[in-house]
C-alpha cells in the first residue's frame, strides 16, 4: 500500500472519523497480522444504520477482525474522502453504503487501486467494478408499502414521498411502488396528487411536502406512500397538524421504534421490516472472509448496475402492522415489548 499525504479535504474527513468512528481489536489474525475491515456509512443519524454499524462490528470481532467506522452525514464528497482515508489506514476490505449511489464509484476505482475488494451494502453503487452488493430486494419493498396501502385504500388522492434522488434504493422503492399504483391509476380509482423525493431522507421535508399536498388539496389525502419511517414521521406530523393522524393510511420502512410506536397508537399502518442482522452479519462474515481470501458462496443472482452484472444477495423484507409487531419485531429481539408499547397501559399490552 502507498502512503499518501492527507488534501485539505481528506484532513477535515479523518478529523470527523475521529469523532464518528470506532476500532475494536479482538486480537490478530493467523500469520500475527490484524485483519482491518473499512465500514463506510452515509449516515449514523438514523436509528437503522446505529443497529447495522453496531451488530457489523460485534460480528467482525467474533471473526477476529478489527473494524473501522467512518460516516459521511449525508455528504458524498466527505465519503469519498473518509474511504480515501480508511484505505490509506491499510483495510483488508473496504464495505460502502453509499450516499450518492453514481458518485461513489470513484470510491470503488480507488480501492481496486490499491488491491482492496469493495462490497457495496445494502445500497447499490452504480456505474463501477464494485465486487458483491448485499442488501433487501428493494423493489419489493416499494411493491408491499404500494400493495398494503391500495387493500386499504383503493380510491381516493395518493402523496408518494421518496427518499433522496441520489440513493439507488430510493429509485428502486419508487419503482416498485408504481408497478402496484399504476393499475389503480390507468383506471382512474387512485389519483397521484404529489410526487417527490426528499432530499438526503430528512423528515423535515416529507413535513413541507405533506402540508403543501394537504393546502392544495383541500385536505383529501386517502393514502400517504412514504419510503422510510422517518418520512413517514415527517408526514404525520402534518396529518396531524389538520386532525388527520389516524384516519389517512401511511407506510414506512425500517421498523424504527418511533416507527412501532406510531403503528401501536394507529398513526402510521405499517413498517417495512428488514431484518438487519442478517444482513449485518452476512455481510460481515464475507468480508472477513475476503480479507482472508477465503472462499464464500458468491450470490447467484446478478444486478446490473450500468458497468456490470454485480453478484447480489437479496434478503426477503417482511410487512409489519399492528397485527404482527409481536410475531416480528418483537419476537425477533428488534424492540422490546415493553419500549414499543410505552403508551399503553400494562394490563392492555399483548402477551407475547
Given at each position: 500500500?502507498?502512503?499518501?499525504?492527507?488534501?485539505?479535504?481528506?484532513?477535515?474527513?479523518?478529523?470527523?472519523?475521529?469523532?464518528?468512528?470506532?476500532?475494536?481489536?479482538?486480537?490478530?489474525?493467523?500469520?500475527?497480522?490484524?485483519?482491518?475491515?473499512?465500514?463506510s456509512l452515509d449516515t449514523l443519524r438514523?436509528?437503522?444504520?446505529?443497529?447495522?454499524?453496531?451488530?457489523?462490528?460485534?460480528?467482525?470481532?467474533?471473526?477476529?477482525?478489527?473494524?473501522?467506522?467512518?460516516?459521511?452525514?449525508?455528504?458524498?464528497?466527505?465519503?469519498?474522502?473518509?474511504?480515501?482515508?480508511?484505505?490509506?489506514?491499510?483495510?483488508?476490505?473496504?464495505?460502502?453504503?453509499?450516499?450518492?449511489?453514481?458518485?461513489?464509484?470513484?470510491?470503488?476505482?480507488?480501492?481496486?487501486?490499491?488491491?482492496?475488494?469493495?462490497?457495496?451494502?445494502?445500497?447499490?453503487?452504480?456505474?463501477?467494478?464494485?465486487?458483491?452488493?448485499?442488501?433487501?430486494?428493494?423493489?419489493?419493498?416499494?411493491?408491499?408499502?404500494?400493495?398494503?396501502?391500495?387493500?386499504?385504500?383503493?380510491?381516493?388522492?395518493?402523496?408518494?414521498?421518496?427518499?433522496?434522488?441520489?440513493?439507488?434504493?430510493?429509485?428502486?422503492?419508487?419503482?416498485?411502488?408504481?408497478k402496484v399504483l399504476q393499475p389503480f391509476?390507468?383506471?382512474?380509482?387512485?389519483?397521484?396528487?404529489?410526487?417527490?423525493?426528499?432530499?438526503?431522507?430528512?423528515?423535515?421535508?416529507?413535513?413541507?411536502?405533506?402540508?403543501?399536498?394537504?393546502?392544495?388539496?383541500?385536505?383529501?389525502?386517502?393514502?400517504?406512500?412514504?419510503?422510510?419511517?422517518?418520512?413517514?414521521?415527517?408526514?404525520?406530523?402534518?396529518?396531524?397538524?389538520?386532525?388527520?393522524?389516524?384516519?389517512?393510511?401511511?407506510?414506512?420502512?425500517?421498523?424504527?421504534?418511533?416507527?412501532?410506536?406510531?403503528?401501536?397508537?394507529?398513526?402510521?399502518?405499517?413498517?417495512?421490516?428488514?431484518?438487519?442482522?442478517?444482513?449485518?452479519?452476512?455481510?460481515?462474515?464475507?468480508?472477513?472472509?475476503?480479507?482472508?481470501?477465503?472462499?464464500?458462496?458468491?450470490?447467484?443472482?446478478?444486478?446490473?448496475?450500468?458497468?456490470?452484472?454485480?453478484?447480489?444477495?437479496?434478503?426477503?423484507?417482511?410487512?409489519?402492522?399492528?397485527?404482527?409487531?409481536?410475531?416480528?419485531?418483537?419476537?425477533?429481539?428488534?424492540?422490546?415489548?415493553?419500549?414499543?408499547?410505552?403508551?399503553?397501559?400494562?394490563?392492555?399490552?399483548?402477551?407475547?
Amino acid at each position: 500500500m502507498r502512503w499518501r499525504a492527507l488534501t485539505p479535504l481528506l484532513a477535515v474527513a479523518v478529523a470527523a472519523a475521529l469523532a464518528t468512528g470506532c476500532g475494536h481489536r479482538p486480537g490478530a489474525a493467523g500469520g500475527g497480522r490484524q485483519l482491518t475491515i473499512g465500514l463506510s456509512l452515509d449516515t449514523l443519524r438514523e436509528e437503522r444504520w446505529q443497529r447495522d454499524r453496531d451488530m457489523f462490528v460485534g460480528r467482525c470481532k467474533e471473526l477476529g477482525a478489527r473494524v473501522l467506522v467512518q460516516a459521511a452525514n449525508n455528504d458524498e464528497v466527505v465519503q469519498n474522502a473518509q474511504a480515501e482515508n480508511l484505505l490509506t489506514q491499510g483495510v483488508d476490505v473496504l464495505v460502502v453504503a453509499p450516499h450518492n449511489s453514481k458518485t461513489a464509484a470513484t470510491i470503488v476505482e480507488a480501492a481496486h487501486r490499491a488491491g482492496v475488494p469493495v462490497i457495496a451494502y445494502d445500497r447499490l453503487i452504480s456505474d463501477s467494478d464494485v465486487d458483491l452488493y448485499l442488501s433487501f430486494d428493494n423493489e419489493r419493498v416499494g411493491q408491499l408499502q404500494a400493495a398494503y396501502a391500495v387493500q386499504r385504500a383503493p380510491k381516493g388522492n395518493y402523496v408518494v414521498i421518496g427518499g433522496s434522488p441520489a440513493d439507488n434504493n430510493a429509485l428502486l422503492y419508487h419503482q416498485g411502488e408504481v408497478k402496484v399504483l399504476q393499475p389503480f391509476v390507468d383506471r382512474r380509482a387512485i389519483t397521484i396528487i404529489t410526487d417527490q423525493y426528499a432530499a438526503d431522507w430528512q423528515p423535515v421535508e416529507a413535513l413541507k411536502i405533506m402540508e403543501n399536498a394537504l393546502t392544495r388539496h383541500d385536505n383529501r389525502v386517502a393514502a400517504v406512500v412514504a419510503a422510510n419511517d422517518g418520512l413517514a414521521g415527517g408526514a404525520i406530523q402534518a396529518l396531524a397538524e389538520q386532525g388527520l393522524a389516524g384516519k389517512v393510511v401511511v407506510t414506512g420502512q425500517d421498523a424504527e421504534l418511533s416507527a412501532c410506536q406510531r403503528i401501536v397508537a394507529g398513526t402510521q399502518s405499517m413498517t417495512v421490516y428488514k431484518p438487519i442482522k442478517k444482513l449485518a452479519t452476512k455481510a460481515a462474515e464475507i468480508a472477513v472472509a475476503m480479507a482472508r481470501k477465503q472462499a464464500f458462496d458468491t450470490p447467484s443472482r446478478r444486478l446490473h448496475n450500468g458497468f456490470k452484472d454485480v453478484p447480489s444477495l437479496l434478503l426477503e423484507p417482511v410487512v409489519v402492522d399492528r397485527d404482527n409487531l409481536v410475531s416480528t419485531v418483537i419476537a425477533d429481539g428488534f424492540h422490546p415489548l415493553d419500549q414499543v408499547y410505552a403508551g399503553i397501559p400494562r394490563a392492555q399490552r399483548p402477551r407475547r
